[in-house]
């Protein structure tokens, strides 16, 4: 089992809807969960960060979090051609290094 | 404030050549990590810094890759000889600190292509 495993994609979402990005993780002592946004032949950004159980708001981005499920997930509300790119999450564990994800492709159709 | 710094941006050699790359991270940061990415896949920490000790290196092919942070600041991360399967993009960060919530911030990244 991978430590960190989202689905691959490609998602594609028309523009103005709701774009939903999962992720499961392996290791229960996993304290800090991220997301970065990488556009192609970019570096990861990090767009949000979440620590404790619930949800998130920064804009137009929700990041969940529900550690009994092991899952952390990322809404982007009124989805926007820019915000195609890959999504990865990343989780930092027991062993205090962040571990990716391979991310999920988004498409937003305009 | 300036971001992390990688040179070259991009590098192309042939199988058993030895390649350099070098990062200067941003300006007081103690923490450094190095990555690889592979083309359709997510960033493999390679070696972690906290200044200029080691902290993780599990994932680091020693056999052929090496790394230093001199006076706790720039790093060279080397590899030799170079494999076909290094063809990868190789991403320095840094965080301000080691732990568990530090938000680590990426540079450009090199691109290594091994023919």
């Known amino acids: 089992q991978k430590e960190v495993e989202q689905n691959s994609g490609p998602l594609s979402v028309p523009e103005g809807a709701i774009a939903s990005l999962n992720c499961t993780y392996s290791?229960?002592?996993?304290?800090?969960f991220f997301w970065y946004r990488q556009y192609s032949g970019k570096s990861p950004e990090l767009i949000m960060s979440?620590?404790?159980?619930g949800d998130k708001e920064d804009g137009r981005f929700t990041a969940q979090l529900n550690k009994a499920s092991q899952y952390v997930s990322l809404l982007i509300r009124d989805s926007q051609p820019s915000d195609s790119a890959t999504y990865l999450c990343?989780?930092?564990?027991?062993?205090?290094?962040?571990?990716f994800g391979q991310g999920t492709r988004l498409t937003i159709n305009p | 404030e300036a971001g992390v710094a990688q040179s070259p941006r991009y590098k192309i050699i042939e199988k058993r050549q030895s390649v350099a790359f070098w990062c200067n991270p941003i300006?007081?940061?103690?923490?450094l990590y190095w990555y690889q990415q592979i083309l359709g896949q997510g960033p493999k920490l390679l070696i972690q810094?906290?200044?200029?000790?080691?902290?993780?290196d599990s994932q680091l092919p020693k056999d052929r890759f090496s790394a230093e942070r001199l006076k706790g600041v720039d790093s060279t991360l080397k590899i030799q000889p170079a494999k076909l399967e290094d063809s990868a993009v190789y991403l320095c960060?840094?965080?301000?600190?080691?732990?568990?919530?530090?938000?680590?911030?990426f540079g450009p990244g090199t691109r290594l292509l091994v023919l």
């Open positions: 960060a840094s965080s301000l600190v080691q732990g568990a919530g530090e938000t680590q911030y």
């Open positions: 290791d229960r002592v996993s304290q800090s």
């Open positions: 979440i620590y404790s159980n």
């Open positions: 990343a989780v930092n564990g027991g062993a205090q290094k962040l571990v």
């Open positions: 300006s007081g940061h103690a923490t």
């Open positions: 810094f906290q200044n200029n000790g080691v902290v993780d």
